[in-house]
């Protein structure tokens, strides 16, 4: 008989247990309940009612169900097993580059390339070894030697397909200390290969050079024939009367030689130190073509050419500089009546143009320029013909300075010449 109580007196046991552990668990909510009641009873409500309430709730309370499953929380990862792939941030910052752009691993693979480098060498699929597009060693040394040592390379490199360009590559590990903290580790190392498009900067590093080169032997001829001319009077000729008028004419002309030579020179300086000024001057043309054919007259008598203009009615205005204005039609109507004086005619047109342009043409009726010449004429000391140019006493900068005025008048210069039928300059504002 004790034996079958035993196991009911501790059933009860264990259900008082959990009774008075559900009880602490629920102390606060049981305390409000009792609270809300005990201001309930002092209101003068009927207590037993109250009573009654409260023990509902009270039970309903105790009564929950306490055996759901808890939800588990996820496990913190551990510091180890964070993994930083910088891939797209720095794949989005690439893609905004102006400038060709290879983002490459460890093994010389590409990442990714931006639009700037799809235009420049095409687009190439990622996963792809680097010298699937760019085969030159000297390029392939420069990676491998980056990402052996982690320090950054550059070489200068050039590409002749599908035009002559020149890049300054440079190579150097990305570097993302910064962009992730000590818990976390990078999924691999990677390293940016640019492209600098240094192409204009040799183009004018050769302009410069050529200048020097082309006004030294500007300046040598004239200057040797001066220094032979004084010799020859200084000794065979010294009592030459003769030889004394006719070398001192030649002396005289390759004087004056040098002296435009020069005075081309320092116009073209001081365009080129104004040319980012636009001039604001309201200048009528009319009476500016009017002013340079009157000067020119006495060349054209000379020439056997005759000057024709053929001018609109009322005022023709642009914005310009009187001065600089003259010079571009002086050297054009000039070179006009030099060049083209077989044809004994040189017509100049104004015209206001469609799109409220404004056009000067000058005409000639000459022997022509050969079409590979035309792109290449207003390149300093550039002739069609180095002895034609000289026996007309013309010092190569012509047309040079008209296109840094006209560049500066925001203005162009075409010109359409066919070989023996003339040439045609306008100028269009």
């Given at each position: 008989m004790g034996k079958s109580v035993e196991p009911v007196e501790g059933k009860w046991r264990e259900r008082?247990?959990?009774?008075?552990?559900?009880?602490?668990?629920?102390?606060p909510l049981l305390l409000l309940l009792a609270l809300v009641a005990l201001i309930a009873i002092v209101a003068d409500t009927d207590w037993l009612a109250v009573l009654v309430v409260w023990l509902v709730l009270?039970?309903?309370?105790?009564?929950?169900?306490?055996?759901?499953?808890?939800?588990?929380?996820?496990?913190?990862?551990?510091?180890?097993?964070?993994?930083?792939?910088?891939?797209?941030?720095?794949?989005?910052?690439?893609?905004?580059?102006?400038i060709p752009a290879f983002l490459l691993n460890s093994e010389a693979t590409v990442l990714f390339q931006n639009k700037a480098a799809e235009r420049a060498f095409g687009a190439l699929a990622v996963g792809s070894h680097l010298s699937a597009r760019l085969r030159s060693p000297g390029i392939l040394d420069m990676v491998r030697e980056t990402i052996t040592t982690e320090e950054p390379n550059q070489i200068e490199h050039s590409e002749r397909l599908p035009s002559?360009?020149?890049?300054?590559?440079?190579?150097?590990?990305?570097?993302?200390?910064?962009?992730?903290?000590?818990?976390?580790?990078?999924?691999?190392?990677?390293?940016?290969?640019?492209?600098?498009?240094?192409?204009?900067?040799?183009?004018?590093?050769?302009?410069?050079?050529?200048?020097?080169?082309?006004?030294?032997?500007?300046?040598?001829?004239?200057?040797?024939?001066l220094r032979g001319f004084i010799e020859?009077?200084?000794?065979?000729?010294?009592?030459?009367?003769?030889?004394?008028?006719?070398?001192?004419?030649?002396?005289?002309?390759?004087?004056?030689?040098?002296?435009?030579?020069?005075?081309?020179?320092?116009?073209?300086?001081?365009?080129?130190?104004?040319?980012?000024?636009?001039?604001?001057?309201?200048?009528?043309?009319?009476?500016?073509?009017g002013h340079v054919r009157d000067a020119l007259l006495p060349l054209a008598d000379d020439l056997g050419v005759e000057i024709r203009t053929h001018l609109p009615e009322g005022k023709v205005e642009?914005?310009?500089?009187?001065?600089?204005?003259?010079?571009?039609?002086e050297n054009l109507i000039e070179n006009a009546c030099k060049y083209g004086q077989?044809?004994?005619?040189?017509?100049?047109?104004?015209?206001?143009?469609?799109?409220?342009?404004?056009?000067?043409?000058?005409?000639?009726?000459?022997?022509?320029?050969?079409?590979?010449?035309?792109?290449?004429l207003t390149e300093r000391f550039y002739r069609v013909s180095v002895a034609d140019s000289r026996s007309k006493k013309g010092t190569g900068l012509g047309l040079a300075i008209v296109k840094h005025i006209l560049t500066r008048h925001r203005a162009r210069l075409i010109v359409k010449s066919e070989v023996g039928k003339g040439s045609k300059f306008t100028v269009r504002f």
């Amino acid at each position: 008989m004790g034996k079958s109580v035993e196991p009911v007196e501790g059933k009860w046991r264990e259900r008082l247990k959990a009774m008075a552990a559900r009880m602490r668990r629920e102390r606060p909510l049981l305390l409000l309940l009792a609270l809300v009641a005990l201001i309930a009873i002092v209101a003068d409500t009927d207590w037993l009612a109250v009573l009654v309430v409260w023990l509902v709730l009270s039970l309903s309370v105790l009564g929950r169900r306490t055996d759901l499953p808890e939800v588990e929380e996820p496990p913190i990862p551990q510091p180890e097993q964070l993994v930083f792939d910088p891939l797209p941030q720095v794949a989005a910052t690439l893609g905004a580059l102006d400038i060709p752009a290879f983002l490459l691993n460890s093994e010389a693979t590409v990442l990714f390339q931006n639009k700037a480098a799809e235009r420049a060498f095409g687009a190439l699929a990622v996963g792809s070894h680097l010298s699937a597009r760019l085969r030159s060693p000297g390029i392939l040394d420069m990676v491998r030697e980056t990402i052996t040592t982690e320090e950054p390379n550059q070489i200068e490199h050039s590409e002749r397909l599908p035009s002559e360009r020149v890049y300054m590559l440079r190579v150097a590990p990305v570097d993302l200390s910064q962009a992730i903290n000590g818990s976390q580790a990078l999924k691999e190392k990677l390293y940016l290969l640019s492209f600098r498009d240094i192409s204009e900067l040799r183009r004018i590093d050769r302009m410069r050079s050529d200048f020097v080169a082309n006004a030294s032997h500007e300046l040598r001829t004239p200057l040797a024939s001066l220094r032979g001319f004084i010799e020859t009077l200084q000794g065979p000729a010294r009592s030459d009367a003769a030889a004394h008028e006719r070398f001192l004419g030649i002396m005289f002309d390759q004087a004056t030689r040098m002296s435009r030579l020069v005075d081309d020179l320092m116009s073209l300086s001081r365009l080129e130190l104004k040319s980012h000024i636009a001039p604001d001057q309201t200048i009528d043309l009319k009476p500016l073509i009017g002013h340079v054919r009157d000067a020119l007259l006495p060349l054209a008598d000379d020439l056997g050419v005759e000057i024709r203009t053929h001018l609109p009615e009322g005022k023709v205005e642009v914005l310009g500089d009187r001065d600089e204005l003259v010079q571009v039609f002086e050297n054009l109507i000039e070179n006009a009546c030099k060049y083209g004086q077989e044809g004994k005619f040189v017509d100049v047109y104004l015209k206001n143009a469609p799109s409220d342009a404004v056009e000067v043409t000058v005409v000639d009726q000459g022997p022509g320029i050969p079409a590979e010449h035309v792109p290449r004429l207003t390149e300093r000391f550039y002739r069609v013909s180095v002895a034609d140019s000289r026996s007309k006493k013309g010092t190569g900068l012509g047309l040079a300075i008209v296109k840094h005025i006209l560049t500066r008048h925001r203005a162009r210069l075409i010109v359409k010449s066919e070989v023996g039928k003339g040439s045609k300059f306008t100028v269009r504002f």
